[in-house]
């Protein structure tokens, strides 16, 4: 791997890792507080934000540094699928149903940005992305101001097969430079429809952390870290181009038998 590399921590447990999660993610909240005063946050689904909130959640030692200041966070979505906000396979409701809701009133409550409802029922997601990027555009300034929005934290996941986002391997979306956000009509993975952050969008962020956990992780893993065959790989390129602005978050089950350094701690 050319350039910066990107940082690779592994803990014994999702716990431990929980805790290391939100000790960066505070950090990166207080420096983007005290830069323009709100913490801009695009999030993804899966396995992510029950982790997450398992370590924003967890009471901390008391002091400012260590308080999630939930009030002045705009959450996005690094990306999502074309479905009713209340479905199962909404990452907004994903994201509800293990953070928001939980989130104790004395925190305060985010500013949080779905999809437009109204448009998850249309035969092409475009508009829904182009909608998405109209919400983006209005938190960020307008597209022909700003090449591209810099958010201060994306969380990742990581799939079986390489992809984050909507951004799966191989596919022409990789190449996508202009949009901010793009659709995505036929997915191999379900359901079908979906709109994602773009490739230069993720890589641009002044933060990016994955989070993959489990044993189910290691063969992509190490193709990923170690492999000139995975450096095509959806999340590889997010390494590459965005190289020591990249963490990773990983249980020890998920990195067995990867030879890329490791570190234990932040």
């Known amino acids: 791997m050319t350039g910066p590399s990107p940082n690779l921590y592994s803990y014994p447990n999702t716990g431990a890792l929980a805790q290391q999660l939100r000790a960066y993610v505070l950090r990166c909240q207080n420096s983007a507080l005290e830069r323009h005063d709100t913490f801009r946050v695009a999030i993804s689904g899966g396995s992510l934000p029950a982790v997450l909130a398992e370590g924003l959640l967890a009471l901390g030692n008391g002091s400012p540094e260590d308080t999630p200041q939930f009030s002045k966070w705009d959450i996005f979505f690094a990306d999502e699928r074309a479905v009713p906000l209340d479905h199962e396979d909404s990452n907004y409701r994903l994201l509800q149903d293990e953070l928001i809701n939980k989130i104790p009133a004395e925190q305060g409550a985010p500013k949080v940005h779905p999809i437009d409802a109204d448009h998850v029922n249309d035969d092409d997601p ?141």
Not at 141 to 152: E, G, H, I, T
Not at 155 to 168: A, E, V, Y
Not at 229 to 255: C, Y
């Open 126 to 266: 475009q508009e829904l992305a182009d909608l998405y990027q109209e919400e983006l555009m209005r938190s960020f300034a307008a597209k022909d101001s700003v090449k591209l929005p810099v958010f201060d934290l994306i969380l990742l996941g990581c799939g079986p097969d390489g992809h984050t986002c909507s951004l799966f391997p191989g596919h022409e979306l990789l190449r996508e430079k202009d949009a901010w956000v793009a659709a995505e009509a036929n997915s191999p993975k379900l359901p079908p429809k979906r709109i994602t952050l773009t490739l230069p969008v993720v890589t641009h962020a002044v933060h990016i952390a994955f989070v993959a956990t489990g044993a189910g992780k290691k063969e992509i893993l190490k193709q990923i870290f170690d492999a000139e065959e995975g450096r095509d790989l959806p999340s590889a390129l997010v390494n590459q181009g965005a190289g020591d602005k990249v963490s990773w978050f990983t249980d020890h089950a998920a990195i067995e038998g990867v030879s890329f350094p490791k570190r234990g701690s932040l």
